[in-house]
């Protein structure tokens, strides 16, 4: 009742100041276009009234600002999602960053020893083989040694019997046969 009061109270102060009183004869006779359209206005909005059409007007934007509301609500609570994920995927991926430095110092240590230790079986090797060849070279030295003295035996033994053959007779040559027989019988009984 009151919005009716407002509103009509408006429309007569309209009236008042409105142009309409400065045209010349009566205002209020249906004559007067300007007293007509001021008619048809007033009826106009006394019709809004009485469908109660700013009521509903209201109500629509009271639901609407509670849509809105209702939103920006749920805007805020997706925000407050979104960050909550955000600092845990940003936890996660420190703790993965961490755990990969962790892995590749674990692979770099790894690394050296396995280095150190190549460096060692390799030194090993080497020592084995050296000695490997150093015993060859000994035993071909010693299978050298000892081929020149068979050799030198042989030589040596060769050249005595010929010299013990020009320089020995057939009588020598028995008794000495005869003595070596002696010695070999006294020696096995």
Known sequence: MRTVFTALTAAIAGLLASPAFAASGPFFSLKNTDFVVTLGFIVFIG???YFKVPSMLGRMLDAR???IKSEIDEARSLREEAQTLLADYERKQKEVQAQ????VASAKEEAN???EQAKE????SIERRLAAAEDQIASAEASAVKEVRDQSIVIAVSAARDVIAKQMTAADSNALIDD????VGS???
Do not use: N
Not at 100 to 103: G, K, Q, S
């Open 121 to 124: 079986d390799l030194a090993k």
């Open 187 to 189: 020696k096995l009984h």
């Open 113 to 115: 020893v396995a280095a």
């Open 180 to 183: 070596a027989i002696s010695q």
């Open 47 to 49: 019709v809004l009234f």
């Open 100 to 103: 990969a430095d962790r892995i």
């Open 65 to 67: 600002a509670d849509g």
